[in-house]
Every structure is written in structure tokens, then in C-alpha cells.
């Protein structure tokens, strides 16, 4: 902590520029960042927090830890490769894999709508169980809370995770250095289309599948050899160009990438060129310029 004693409080969002929270707001990008630089940060100022990593490092009693939540509100709940039960587990299993760190144990806020089918609750359980047991994980403590019928859009979760840090290295945003280069664990894209498509009910000539997965083992396995690594993020929300965006702030150094060498698979680009995803896409613009009018 900085040791500062607050004494009193002002929003220091604009809010006479945005006297609403807006969908853009928890998008990842530029409205995210803003939220997070001028509201949260300078609000819980600490040390850990001020890395902006993908979760905190923290020392108890000798031992590094990493600490992290998440919140998930995916719809639909089910889509190609995955629901929101492994999208939870997995998530929170992989910002703790960013930090460095094992990934040993997660809690679970689960908060349902009134009417929630009682087999649609237990398919996201069991997946959650399964999605665990394959990330050598144990799902430990959590809490339940209902909300009225139309208010929470069938379900949404909550994780949290513990990880130890088992090596001395530092992997953060802030220990990016200049000649860094940026590598890629695979192709991007997929599971943003799969999800879209599901929720728009596009039908593509192929379908495209998430590529939700947990990614503590590649890591262990980076770190073993030796590699100098100095950060790893895992691209959610606003994908690759948010990712790189954040880290390029919190290091102070410009990041120089070739699109063309991006890896995106054709049905992901063919699914980004389709008129009807564009749709999609200006539909979700009309909604959040609507509700700038509104506020």
C-alpha cells in the first residue's frame, strides 16, 4: 500500500461524458482502460495492483503467490468447444499461468436466474468438474445467490484462484523490454466467432469450435527450458490488438507487429468477412450509441 489515508473521494471518470455505464465498458478496450486507470486504480493504489497483470503477485510469509478473479457472462451459455462452466475454470486457470505460477485452487460465485432449468445448471457443474480435473485444480469453496426471473440472463459465474509461484523469475507488463519479441501460442479468433455465431445464429459452411483450453502446462513447459520470458497474457475480451495495446502502456515502449503474420484460421476470416457477422457487429455499435444518447 502507499500509506496515503483518502480522505475524501471524487470520481475521476467523466462522468458528464459518460453518467452511465455503457456495454463498451466491459468490452477490453479503450472505455475498459479507462475505467480501470482513472476509477480503480488510483482508488486501491497498491503495489501488486499497479502491474496491471492478469492477476497479482503477492509474498505470504515466504511464499509467492498469485492471486485472481474473473466474472462471466457469456450468452449463450452453451456454444461449439465449450460453455460457460469451462470458459470460467480455464480463464482463471490460464491468468494464473500468466503470472508464472501453478495453478492449485479456485472458488466459484454462482449467481442464477429464477427459472434456470435444473439440467442446464448441472451440465455447467459437471463441465466445471471436468474442466478442473484436467487442469490439476480443485474447486474448494463458493456461494449460490438467485436474483428474480429476467434478471440475470440464466446465469453468470464468478471465479477466483490461487496459484504458488514455484521459480524466481518476474513475468509482468512492466518487465517487457525493448527487442522483446511477441509470440504467439497459436491461432486467433476462434473463440470469439464460435460464440457470435452461436448467439447470432450464424451458419457458417464449417463449424468453428472454441479454443478454450487451459494453458498452465505450455507454460511449465516455456519455463523449463530455460527461456527468458518476460510476459505472457491471455487474450480475452478485446482480443490480441487490446492485449498488446495494454502491455505497450504499462512498459512505456512501442510494439511493432505484421498483420499478415498473424495466424487466423479461413473459416475465422471467412466468418469476419460474412455480411451477416457484420451485422452482428454494427447491431452491437447501434446499441452502445444508443445508450450514449440515453444517458
Known amino acids: 500500500m502507499t500509506g496515503k489515508r483518502m480522505t475524501s473521494f471524487e470520481c475521476p471518470v467523466p462522468i458528464s461524458q459518460y453518467p452511465r455505464v455503457l456495454l463498451a465498458h466491459g468490452g477490453g478496450g479503450q472505455f475498459t482502460h479507462q475505467l480501470i486507470e482513472r476509477m480503480f486504480v488510483p482508488t486501491f493504489d497498491n503495489e501488486a495492483l499497479s502491474e496491471r497483470h492478469d492477476g497479482a503477485r503477492l509474498e505470504v510469509e515466504g511464499a509467492r503467490l498469485a492471486f485472481t478473479t474473473d466474472s462471466y457472462v457469456v450468452r449463450p451459455l452453451f456454444f461449439p468447444g465449450g460453455d460457460i462452466g469451462t470458459l470460467a475454470v480455464n480463464g482463471t486457470v490460464n491468468d494464473l499461468a500468466m503470472c508464472g505460477a501453478r495453478p492449485l485452487y479456485l472458488s466459484v460465485g454462482l ?63 512492466t518487465r517487457v523490454r525493448p527487442g522483446d519479441v511477441v509470440l504467439l501460442s497459436g491461432d486467433i479468433g476462434r473463440h470469439g466467432m464460435a460464440v457470435m455465431a452461436a448467439r447470432e445464429g450464424l451458419g457458417f459452411e464449417s463449424t468453428i469450435e472454441s479454443d478454450c483450453t487451459p494453458l498452465a502446462a505450455p507454460v511449465r513447459a516455456l519455463l523449463d527450458e530455460g527461456l527468458e520470458v518476460h510476459c505472457l497474457r491471455d487474450l480475452t475480451r478485446g482480443g490480441l490488438a487490446s492485449a498488446l495495446v495494454e502491455i505497450a502502456r504499462t512498459s512505456k515502449l512501442h510494439t511493432h507487429v505484421d498483420e499478415a503474420r498473424i495466424p487466423v484460421r479461413a473459416d475465422v476470416r471467412g466468418g469476419v468477412r460474412d455480411p451477416r457477422s ?18
Open 111 to 173: 449467481i442464477l436466474e429464477e427459472g434456470l432449468a435444473m439440467d442446464t445448471l448441472w451440465q455447467v457443474v459437471a463441465s466445471m468438474r471436468r474442466a478442473a480435473d484436467e487442469a490439476g485444480v480443485r474447486l474448494v469453496t463458493g456461494d449460490t445467490k438467485v436474483v428474480d426471473r429476467g434478471k440475470g440472463d440464466g446465469l453468470y459465474l464468478n471465479t477466483a484462484g490461487i496459484g504458488v509461484i514455484e521459480h524466481d523469475r518476474v513475468i509482468a507488463p
Open 278 to 295: 457484420g451485422s452482428a457487429v454494427r447491431r452491437q455499435r447501434r446499441a452502445v450509441r444508443r445508450l450514449r444518447r440515453a444517458g
